[in-house]
């Protein structure tokens, strides 16, 4: 018996070490395969990414829930915290927002009165959806969340989503019951920007980094820290006049953007419908379908 | 009477076979834990690989519990379900087990620093490949802060999930040993 022990362990272990070898080399190349047919981006891959997304969004629902409760409790004790000093803040605010509501007033009924002199088309009116952020890919290298509606709702790909005061991104992807947004700050993220105030153009390109870079700006482009940045509208994925956020100058010196929206507190979306077909054919989502530059 | 013997055989296999379970169930939901809303206002924007985490706690401690074709099939799932791009983290899990496989004697039965240098030394090559092959994909370097970052979040935070996984260690099926 013994004997029959040292025989097997001298000759089936070298065997399985080569057995293990062999697998593990043939998984790896399987793994390159993938990557293969996932970069020619073919409709079963997408398929299968939503038809995924679709079948664990309940459970990412119902997971996400206890996480966004904890998340709300840590703020309303920091919240608590600075209650006077935020008392303050929001008094004197309130003061200055008064005095532009005035100015608005009359700036509105005047632009109403040009618009009638002028026969202006209104625009037609906007649809919209409100989702909640089940899931955050939260990785080094991409900037997508899960919502937990899709479209049943009547989400589409292509739809803007936007948050509080400012633009999140665009819908990348959209299954029965979950949808993907693209946020403004992913890699493959290029928004079609205008400085508010100079009415320079410019494209928004993400890179992953909290605060997306400005290019494509004219060299002769009037354009300083602190100036509004909004969609400006061409390509037609993007509806002009949405606010995305402040010129900022990075360390490194160059032009970026600082989003209005704090991609850390997005705890709901809304996704808008404009009715736009612009958008022939969007890059889906994902940090290696990149863009040429 | 041996109705009964059989019966409590029964049981005793099924209690086995889902017991054997836990190293699988664990990596399945550090998949989904990790892309839940995590991201904490004014924390960081990262957080902890706990894949990573979990895969090279089990690979080390029972490969035999979490084969390599699995943990190919979790990688597949996990980048249908982070919309990342397919075959990353498929081609990532599965080097990793193909790292530690050669020092994997190095780290059982050694003292608990061993574990955590040899997890800290197979994780930045982990993470060293995945900003490789993503900036392959998209033709430019990336950013490797977002992914360093992460790197250290994922070291200093791997002692306490250790000694969380250890506790359920313990309620694994002993190993089986074919020679």
């Not at chain 2, 169930?25 to 998949?31: D, E, K, N, T």
Request: glycine content about 6%.
């Amino acid at each position: 018996m013994r004997h029959r022990d040292n025989w097997l362990a001298k000759h089936i272990a070298p065997l399985k070490t080569v057995a293990r070898r062999l697998t593990l080399t043939f998984l790896l190349i399987a793994a390159f395969g993938l990557m293969l047919v996932g970069k020619a981006e073919t409709v079963i891959v997408e398929n299968s990414r939503v038809a995924v997304s679709d079948m664990m969004a309940p459970i990412l629902d119902v997971l996400s829930r206890p996480v966004t409760f904890i998340k709300d409790l840590a703020e309303e004790i920091t919240e608590l915290v600075n209650m006077r000093q935020q008392n303050a803040d929001l008094r004197r605010e309130n003061e200055k927002l008064q005095r532009w509501r005035q100015q608005n007033e009359i700036l509105e009924a005047e632009n109403a009165n040009l618009r009638s002199l002028l026969n202006f088309v209104p625009e037609a009116a906007v649809s919209q959806i409100t989702a909640r952020v089940i899931a955050d890919e939260g990785g080094a290298f991409l900037r997508t969340v899960m919502v937990n509606t899709g479209m049943r709702s009547g989400l589409r790909k292509g739809l803007v989503a936007v948050a509080g005061l400012g633009l999140v991104g665009r819908v990348a992807e959209a299954g029965d019951r979950s949808a993907r947004i693209l946020l403004l700050t992913d890699l493959n993220s290029r928004v079609p920007v205008l400085i508010e105030s100079s009415r320079h153009r410019a494209v928004m390109a993400g890179d992953n980094s909290d605060w997306p870079r400005l290019v494509y700006l004219a060299p002769n482009a009037i354009i300083a820290p602190g100036d509004r940045v909004v969609t400006s509208g061409h390509g037609g994925v993007f509806p002009p006049g949405i606010p995305v956020g402040i010129v900022s100058v990075a360390k490194d010196g160059s032009l970026r953007v600082k989003p209005h929206v704090d991609f850390t507190r997005l705890e709901h979306v809304r996704i808008l419908d404009y009715g736009l077909e612009g958008m022939v054919s969007l890059p889906p989502t994902g940090k290696a379908r990149l863009v040429d530059r | 009477m041996n109705d009964f013997i059989a019966r409590l055989e029964i049981l005793k296999r099924i209690d086995v076979w889902a017991r054997s379970l836990i190293p699988f169930g664990i990596v399945l939901s550090s998949v989904l834990i990790s892309i839940l809303p995590w991201r904490f206002p004014d924390i960081s924007l990262v957080g902890p690989s706990w894949v990573l985490i979990a895969v090279y706690y089990w690979s080390a401690q029972r490969p035999d519990l979490l084969p390599i074709s699995l943990i190919f099939l979790l990688g597949l799932f996990q980048d249908f379900l982070t919309g990342e791009p397919l075959g990353i983290n498929v081609f990532l899990l599965v080097s990793l087990r193909g790292l530690l496989g050669a020092q994997r004697r190095f780290v059982i039965g050694q003292t608990f620093f061993v574990e955590w240098g040899v997890f800290a030394a197979v994780a930045i090559t982990v993470t060293l490949l995945e900003w490789l092959c993503v900036s392959i994909m998209a033709k430019n370097f990336l950013l490797i802060s977002p992914a360093l970052l992460q790197y250290i979040i994922t070291v200093i935070i791997y002692p306490a999930i250790a000694w969380l996984f250890a506790l359920c260690l313990r309620a694994l099926p002993p190993e089986r040993v074919w020679i």
